[in-house]
């Protein structure tokens, strides 16, 4: 049957952690027929959303959607140490459903956050961070420092939703604010700097002291007058300003995190945040990569009291990164079975991490094929979420949104399948 289009308004982008919600939909005859407001990378996943979807499959059969769930629940409950692990790119809903599951089969569950800004919520939780929602920095911001991060690549309508081009309340466009980019490159993000800071790749931390030392009234030495590539003239300068402004925020992405030193950068961007309230407002926001990658730690610090690698073989709920966290887990070969939600660990983990995949049973339950379903001995199919199904998701500034489905799907979504997957070992 030939039906009417029909237009949706303030659908959610969700892929990536801006989760902008401005975006309208056409679709017709169960399909889109035309995207406004997406940037390019949006534009690019509405267009694919429905192409290249799984089946279910058992060991690369194609079998019904119920035999590969119990298959599922099969391996996880023969498994003596398996590991649940993805969970950025599905709902809360299904986040809560892996951790009940996870429970149940003793499991270790880990997001894809201990392998990105995994290291800058440790040192949150050593220091604490000043932090605020994108709408409070859009409209207040004087000052936006870019640490590490490009969104102008990787969140393409941050820039004009809530920083540097934005329109705000009472910072009305590009001249009320002062961008300031710190990163190892110039990137198209640090082309529309007002300054640029070149570091020395892995100085980060040595930078931020040095900030943390000058906002303080002290003077670092060094013998070539440079601080981790950069001037301590210009360190000393932007000292300066940082203490005048009315109210400064700093967007740190995986350059900073992931850089050497890890927690201890964040921890010393943190620390200089808070020094800086002494003078303004000063506050943080980590650039988030998935679409619900921050849902992951918020869901499973609500159900368990920590934000990943936490391990239930005790029965209680035991938190270690390191010994707990996906690649440690698998490059220590010591899981023996492993369910991926939402997430392509053969593409994106170490080499050693992703090759124990092939040895161990692996379940993944994604809506699109990936390396890690050409190894899994057990796919099952999802609808997509914010286009087929509904549910919760939380932006990188931790406000939790709504997504409303306007398409029909073949597939129920992920999190009717962890559960039921969850009743069937219930039901053992
Ligand atoms: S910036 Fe991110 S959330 Fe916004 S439209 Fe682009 S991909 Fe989607």
């Known amino acids: 049957m030939n039906e009417e289009s029909k237009t949706y308004q303030n659908i959610i982008c969700t892929f990536c952690g801006a989760l902008c919600d401005d975006i309208e939909i056409k679709v017709k005859n169960n399909k889109i027929e035309n995207i406004k407001n997406a940037c390019a990378i949006s534009r690019k996943k509405y267009e694919h959303a429905q192409k290249d979807r799984t089946v279910p499959q058992i060991k690369g059969k194609e079998v019904k959607y119920n035999k590969a769930v119990s298959a599922a629940a099969e391996i996880l409950s023969s498994s003596r140490n398996p590991l649940i692990y993805g969970l950025s790119s599905t709902t809360a809903e299904a986040q809560k459903a892996a951790v009940e599951l996870a429970e149940k089969c003793g499991a270790n569950i880990d997001s894809t956050s201990s392998v990105c800004h995994g290291p800058g919520t440790l040192a949150k939780q050593l220091v604490g961070m000043v932090s605020a929602t994108l709408g409070e920095v859009k409209n207040r911001s004087d000052m936006m420092i870019f640490w590490g991060a490009n969104p102008v690549e990787a969140h393409p309508n941050h820039a004009k939703r809530y920083s540097i081009l934005s329109q705000g ?22 082309k529309l700097a007002d300054h640029f800071f070149q570091v020395k790749p892995n100085s980060d931390f040595e930078i931020l002291m040095a900030l943390q030392m000058l906002v303080s009234g002290r003077t670092p030495t060094s013998e070539d007058g440079r601080i981790g590539g950069i001037e301590l003239v210009k360190l000393k300068d932007l000292a300066e300003k940082m203490k005048k402004v009315k109210y400064g925020s700093v967007f740190y992405g995986m350059g900073l995190t992931m850089s050497r030193g890890k927690y201890m950068n964040t921890w010393a961007a943190m620390s200089l945040v808070r020094n800086l309230n002494d003078y303004g407002r000063f506050v943080m926001i980590p650039m988030r990569g998935h679409g619900n990658v921050a849902g992951s730690e918020i869901t499973m610090a609500w159900q368990t009291g920590y934000p990943f690698a936490v391990n239930f073989s005790r029965n209680y709920p035991r938190y270690n990164p390191g010994e707990f966290s996906a690649v440690d887990l698998l490059a220590r070969r010591e899981v023996d079975a492993a369910f991926i939600i939402a997430s392509d660990p053969a593409a994106s983990l170490p080499h050693e991490a992703a090759e124990y995949l092939k040895k161990i ?34 932006r990188m500034d931790h406000v939790p949104l709504q997504l409303r489905k306007f398409l029909d799907d073949s597939w129920p979504d992920d999190a009717s399948a962890v559960s039921r997957i969850g009743e069937l070992i219930e039901n053992d």
């Open 169 to 190: 309340m009472y910072r009305k466009n590009r001249k009320d604010r002062e961008i300031i980019v710190f990163d190892v490159r110039k990137t198209p993000t640090a």
């Open 361 to 394: 049973p692996t379940i993944v339950l994604d809506p699109h094929w990936n390396l890690t379903t050409e190894i899994a001995d057990v796919v099952i199919p999802s609808a997509v979420k914010g286009i087929g199904a509904s549910g919760t998701v939380y």
